[in-house]
């Protein structure tokens, strides 16, 4: 089959390998630049603005699949695994690696807490802002070093550990007394 293609126009030639009624597309396979390769490729009928022609194949066509070079897959796989390491970070649960923009968004959504008020749930806000924090139940945790019980005032603050870091709780309480002010 020769095709004439509406955008970008361009002539296509190959024999018909399969068609698609439900995804309205035909692919079409042509020999390949060296011996044993194919081309295929696929088009949707609608963008087919004409079949030149339509003759029969000169020789016989193999309905079997074309080989696939698994070195060559592999290849782009580890090619395509390589760029997303180096634009990727580990993932908190240790499952693999995140990219950037999923982490961000599970950071954001890690920071809500649906079962406080939206006053409370402001206060946090402007905490994480400044310091690492994080929610433990209703309790506000801040550097993994201070926790901020109800109703999260300055007072409401206290180390979580005994050998914790005094200047991290003083940090917090005079952020809490700037947001209250």
């Given amino acids: 089959m020769r095709a004439l293609t509406r955008v970008p126009a361009q002539v296509v030639e190959g024999y018909i390998f399969a068609w698609d009624k439900g995804l309205e597309c035909v692919v079409l396979s042509s020999a390949g630049s060296q011996q044993g390769d194919s081309n295929v490729?696929?088009?949707?009928?609608?963008?087919?603005?004409?079949?030149?022609?339509?003759?029969?194949?000169?020789?016989?066509?193999?309905?079997?699949?074309?080989?696939i070079d698994i070195k060559r897959?592999?290849?782009?796989?580890?090619?395509?695994?390589?760029?997303?390491?180096?634009?990727?970070?580990?993932?908190?649960?240790?499952?693999?690696?995140?990219?950037?923009?999923?982490?961000?968004?599970?950071?954001?959504?890690?920071?809500?807490?649906?079962?406080?008020?939206?006053?409370?749930?402001?206060?946090?806000?402007?905490?994480?802002?400044?310091?690492?924090?994080?929610?433990?139940?209703?309790?506000?945790?801040?550097?993994?070093?201070v926790i901020i019980r109800a109703p999260y005032g300055e007072a409401d603050c206290a180390l979580k550990s005994a050998d914790g870091n005094a200047n991290v709780l003083d940090r917090v309480k005079h952020i809490l007394s700037q947001i209250s002010n």
């Fill in 41 to 67: 490729r696929m088009l949707r009928i609608s963008h087919v603005a004409e079949v030149v022609s339509a003759t029969p194949p000169a020789t016989p066509v193999d309905p079997a699949l074309p080989q």
């Fill in 73 to 145: 897959v592999e290849a782009r796989e580890a090619k395509a695994l390589a760029v997303r390491v180096r634009h990727s970070t580990p993932s908190p649960t240790g499952a693999g690696l995140t990219l950037p923009c999923v982490q961000r968004a599970e950071d954001a959504a890690a920071s809500i807490n649906e079962a406080v008020s939206d006053a409370t749930q402001a206060l946090f806000d402007k905490i994480h802002k400044t310091m690492p924090s994080r929610w433990t139940g209703d309790l506000i945790e801040v550097m993994q070093e």
